[in-house]
């Protein structure tokens, strides 16, 4: 899958480009599987922060270069960091790839999966919203494997997404779930051909980009909200306490719907 036009590199490993309201960031060490390095989180905490302070951006894509998404941390990077006495692995604001711990984002990201999601790979994957996968790619949480555990919310993350007894095979046997197993369990939202990835990906975020911004805003926080309220009484008393909920409801953005609706037109949302 090749990037948008108009990238910018970062020298960390980053490359970084904007179509209209949709912002591209790629992944781009394809000679180690793009393995992030401590730069590589700071640079994508960076792009993070442009992409939740810029109202015109409403929608991100990450995805990667080369033949795997990503394999996690850079191992060989760690170990020449601990031989020069260093201490752990210090993360940018936003946790694990910059985006793991951004929990007041309420615009999607969409993880465009070419190949192996490995370890924090399959943890950056998950912190997204919706997940494209290519037919070949492959998901795992091998650390225990390698007597570590994973930190970038993944466990977590399983535990919401599959339940509790799926994760626990997935997380405690290492295993890797193929694309079509990750799909049946309801980890990924679509699995297309290789060469299918870019369209597939593209077409799902126009999707969304025919809704209004407001709303998308919104319905987003309110399923996330959804996950951390302890039944659904309290998540509906709580829906209109959503901020995101709040603007929306003090914008047109419902009466602009109505109206193209009725006069059979495209809507002219506004970014407010």
């Known amino acids: 899958m090749s990037a948008a036009s108009g990238g910018q590199a970062d ?25 992030l390095t401590p730069e590589m989180h700071f640079a994508l905490n ?14 991100a894509i990450l995805m990667a270069h080369g033949r795997a998404f990503c394999v996690g941390s850079d191992l060989k990077a760690a170990a020449e960091r601990r031989s020069r006495g260093e201490g752990a692995l210090v993360l940018p604001a936003g946790g694990y790839g ?12 969409i ?20 997940i ?9 949480l091998p650390e225990p494997r390698f007597g570590m555990v994973a930190i970038g919310g993944g466990p977590h993350r399983l535990v919401r997404a599959v339940g509790a007894k799926r994760a626990m095979d997935i997380a405690l046997t290492a295993r890797f779930l193929s694309a079509a197993e990750a799909f049946e369990m309801g980890i990924v939202n679509r699995v297309v051909g290789a060469g299918a990835l870019d369209a597939a990906v593209r077409e799902l975020s126009a999707s969304v980009l025919r809704c209004g911004p407001g709303a998308t805003a919104a319905t987003l926080q309110i399923v996330k909200d959804t996950l951390d309220f302890p039944s659904l009484q309290d998540a509906l008393a709580r829906q209109e306490d959503a901020q995101s909920f709040t603007r929306w409801r003090a914008s047109d953005e419902g009466r602009e719907g109505a109206s193209a609706f009725t006069q059979k037109r495209k809507p002219a949302w506004t970014i407010s």
């Open 98 to 109: 910059g985006i793991a711990v951004r929990f007041g984002r309420t615009k999607p990201v």
């Open 132 to 140: 494209v996968a290519a037919e070949n790619a492959r998901f795992a």
């Open 46 to 59: 960076r792009a993070f922060d442009r992409f939740d302070v810029d109202d015109r951006l409403r929608i």
């Open 111 to 130: 993880a465009a999966v070419n190949g192996d999601a490995i370890g924090g790979g399959f943890e950056l994957a998950l912190a997204c919203d919706l």
């Open 11 to 35: 020298d960390a490993g980053i490359e970084v480009s904007i179509d209209g309201p949709v912002l591209t960031v790629t992944l781009s060490r394809p000679d180690r599987l793009n393995a």
